[in-house]
């Protein structure tokens, strides 16, 4: 579940989680937090506040308003949070908002903000990187969690019920009057029969079909840890292009000051 807003009140974080990427020359920061049963997250463009929202929801997206003058440039963020309230990402997704918005709310590509270093997001995406196979594991509880969970609580209802006191409360009857329906006529169906044939499955695949139900959310949380560790492959080879891409520049200009400054150099010799 998501939930999206589209204006920019504000919002006062405590302890918040800081989430940070440089896109074509903005500083983009994201802060996360949560009070009580609501999660809540700000985005700022160069320091200055352009979107925030809260909710219970699992999981936010941030745009600007229609009338904000980046509203085609900045695109929109999404906030991804635990079932405990853990922050666990924010993916910015590039490009207009009205393009980049139903890509947020689907939750396909993006690219993930770092989080501030030394930051509980940020030493645990560390672990992830060092552990692979752990963080696998964690990603296939908790996406198997996400089914089990209400499952299990589905089962207890009737053994809660059955435990819980006979309170014995007296309600009062009320005798409503009858409605005099009209007598309709009955229409004459007719009566289609199909022959289907009397087919009895193989002992294995009834053992089949009864492993597939406890399994199929065990697949599922596979299939989550598979797609949590190719976007952690993803997100670190990006933020190593970044890197680069930063150490390059400033080498650059320093040997385009260095340049600059050799012939003041040679004119006082």
């Not at 819980?164 to 029969?193: F, Q």
């Amino acid at each position: 579940m998501t939930d999206t807003t589209d204006e920019t009140p504000h919002i006062d974080i405590e302890d918040p989680q800081v989430w940070v990427l440089d896109i074509d020359g903005r500083r983009h920061e994201v802060r996360t937090s949560q009070r009580g049963f609501r999660n809540l997250a700000t985005w700022s463009v160069d320091g200055v506040e352009v979107a925030s929202s809260s909710g219970s929801a699992d999981s936010l997206e941030l745009v600007v308003p229609d009338d904000h003058e980046l509203v085609e440039e900045i695109g929109a963020m999404k906030a991804r949070f635990a079932a405990t309230g853990r922050p666990r990402r924010v993916t910015h997704f590039a490009g207009a908002k009205s393009a980049a918005l139903p890509r947020a709310l689907v939750g396909t590509g993006g690219t993930d903000l770092d989080p501030e270093p030394g930051s509980r997001a940020h030493r645990r995406e560390e672990w992830a990187v060092r552990h692979p196979v752990l963080a696998s594991a964690d990603d296939v509880l908790g996406g198997a969690g996400k089914v089990v969970v209400p499952l299990l609580l589905a089962a207890l209802l009737p053994v809660l019920g059955r435990l819980l006191p006979d309170w014995g409360l007296d309600l009062p009857s009320v005798d409503l009057p009858s409605i005099p329906w009209p007598d309709l006529p009955s229409i004459p169906w007719p009566d289609l029969s199909v022959p289907w044939p009397d087919v009895t499955l193989p002992g294995w695949v009834g053992a089949l079909l009864g492993a597939a139900k406890v399994l199929w959310p065990l697949l599922l949380g596979i299939a989550v840890a598979v797609g949590e560790h190719r976007r952690r492959r993803r997100n670190a080879a990006a933020r190593d292009d970044r890197e680069a891409q930063q150490t390059g520049e400033g080498a650059r200009d320093g040997d385009a000051d260095a340049g600059a400054a050799r012939p003041g150099l040679d004119e006082e010799e």
